[in-house]
């Protein structure tokens, strides 16, 4: 799909939302492109592009981004209230995003704590939350949120732990559209999707493993409580609360 034909299909959907609608051809990453606006003082934003050449993912990775591919969406938002208002917004977006594909497929995702969504086994959206300071001193919460919507997305030496939902990417207008009208409803004061989160957690009963301080620590994980800590229970006795970061599974196959 062209950038035209995106912007055409999705400001029909989205209406008048008071939020400004941009679609690129191409641009290094529709996060950053939200960051430069909010910067020049742009408020609300809605950015697409039908390729990125810079992705960003967590932890200063690459996200792949190839035309035709993909869905790459920023959403840009004031944060009225301070840092505390987007408390539980990657999590509520990784429901979103697992709530809008099986309305549109029906498929089903599970959820790698904390924002990877998963489907037949293999990562097939990341999600890339930022808070930025803006120009009047107000903060700006950029949600990037980018699915693999057929296997062209997939670069062939990642396609064991990498994935799609190998569906036309004609999908990528109506998943745009629920999933910025389900990200326009977020209450930080509301945490009843976590309940849903849970439910769709992969990593639940499963070996982990991850640092801290720069060690090495395995347990299995247990839960993840209201606040999205995951919760591990060490092989030496004990608990880990994890708030953020990264965990690893030694085999993921079969799940969903
Ligand atoms: C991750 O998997 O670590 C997060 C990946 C987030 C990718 C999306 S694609 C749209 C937006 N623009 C970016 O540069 N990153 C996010």
Redesign the pocket.
Known sequence: MTADGLYRALSARLGDRQLPLYVFESL?????ECARRLKQGERRALVL?VT?T??????G?R?F?PPGA?????LLQPLPGGMSGAAGLTEYAAVCVARVVKQLTGLECGIKWV??VFCGGR?V????CEILPGPGGGLGLIV???VNISDSAVPPELRQIVGSLEQPPELAVPLAAELVEALLKFDPDDRSFMQEYRARSILTGRRVGYLVNGQPREGIAEDIDDEGRLIVRLDCGGCDALLSGEVSLQKIEGLR
């Open positions: 290094d990453s529709t996060n950053t592009a990125q810079a992705g960003r993912g967590r932890q990775r996200f981004s993909g869905l790459y969406l920023s924002n990877d990562k959206c990341g999600i890339l990037g949120i980018g």
